[in-house]
């Protein structure tokens, strides 16, 4: 991570005449929506130019922040104490549902928490029309896995065991995770409908407990697996990182992010 910071602060120095360039990096949960953001953006404001960073998660978001390597941050997280305290700011802009995905061709639309915890067990191993069920797991330090194991006791001990069993791959990045489930048509992993529609998967999200993974059950609070997306920057942001900030708050980044499954956070002044 010390490197990955590293050679982007190299980068931005050298690039400091380039007063439009706008760096934006983290989480991979929202690269593929940050891309059609910079494009709507660039539309209305030909004057810069966005760059949105492979995944850095984020932690190394806010940490290239921090360091002045990027303009602007993505994070899955509020700031630790420790991270504000360093000056860096944080502006939540729109939450996602984290789902349990699948490949668009499973026929299967949905589970229990129960049935969960058996799949993660061994104790389920094929799906109703009898395919082998193929788990991808994150690493137990990920913010998905954290969030799904805060779901049930149970479940939390069912991904400990999942972790232990041979041929259980374990992905880093959600675009990873996405490359799994994608090839394994009867795979099943944690994701979010903010990388399925952002990135154009060939996944869907399946309903748990019989509730829809919607936005309009995450404005409700009737589904559980909620995910928050923070805009993190430093001191003194640039004019051209402020201008994409503000235009985050317009209609058109509205649409951008309602049409990639994002229930957007805060009005839409700066229009």
């Known amino acids: 991570m010390r490197?990955?910071?590293?050679?982007?602060?190299?980068?931005?120095?050298?690039?400091?005449?380039?007063?439009?360039?706008?760096?934006?990096?983290?989480?991979?949960?929202?690269?593929?929506?940050?891309?059609?953001?910079?494009?709507?953006?660039?539309?209305?404001?030909?004057?810069?130019?966005?760059?949105?960073?492979?995944s850095l998660g984020s932690s190394g978001g806010i940490k290239a922040a921090l360091a002045?390597?990027?303009?602007?941050?993505?994070?899955?997280?509020?700031?630790?104490?420790?991270?504000?305290?360093?000056?860096?700011?944080?502006?939540?802009?729109?939450?996602?549902?984290?789902?349990?995905?699948?490949?668009?061709?499973?026929p299967e639309q949905g589970l229990t928490t129960r049935q969960l915890v058996e799949i993660f067990n061994g104790q389920r191993l094929r799906w109703a029309d009898g395919n082998l069920i193929r788990l991808v797991m994150r690493d137990a330090g990920d913010s998905d896995s954290l969030a799904l194991a805060a779901l049930d006791s149970a479940l939390a001990a069912a991904m400990e065991n999942a972790r232990g069993r041979?041929?259980?791959?374990?992905?880093?990045?959600?675009?990873?995770?996405a490359d799994h489930l994608e090839k394994l048509v009867w795979g099943i992993g944690p994701s979010s409908l903010s990388v399925i529609l952002g990135e154009e998967r060939a996944l869907k999200a399946l309903w748990l407990d019989g509730v829809a993974p919607s936005l309009e059950n995450v404005a409700s609070g009737a589904y559980?697996?909620?995910?928050?997306?923070?805009?993190?920057?430093?001191?003194?942001?640039?004019?051209?990182?402020?201008?994409?900030?503000?235009?985050?708050?317009?209609?058109?980044?509205r649409s951008v992010l309602e049409r990639t499954g994002h229930l957007v956070l805060g009005g839409e002044a700066g229009r």
């Open 3 to 54: 490197l990955i910071i590293t050679v982007l602060l190299a980068l931005s120095v050298a690039g400091e005449s380039l007063a439009g360039m706008i760096r934006v990096g983290g989480t991979g949960s929202d690269l593929g929506t940050m891309k059609q953001l910079a494009v709507a953006f660039q539309v209305a404001h030909p004057e810069h130019t966005v760059e949105v960073l492979p």
């Open 68 to 106: 002045g390597a990027i303009d602007i941050g993505l994070a899955a997280r509020p700031l630790a104490e420790a991270e504000r305290s360093g000056g860096a700011r944080e502006i939540a802009y729109a939450k996602t549902p984290l789902v349990l995905a699948t490949a668009r061709d499973n």
């Open 166 to 177: 041979r041929g259980v791959p374990v992905a880093f990045t959600d675009q990873e995770a």
């Open 224 to 253: 559980p697996l909620v995910k928050t997306f923070y805009l993190i920057i430093g001191r003194q942001p640039s004019e051209a990182a402020a201008a994409f900030i503000n235009f985050l708050r317009s209609a058109a980044a």
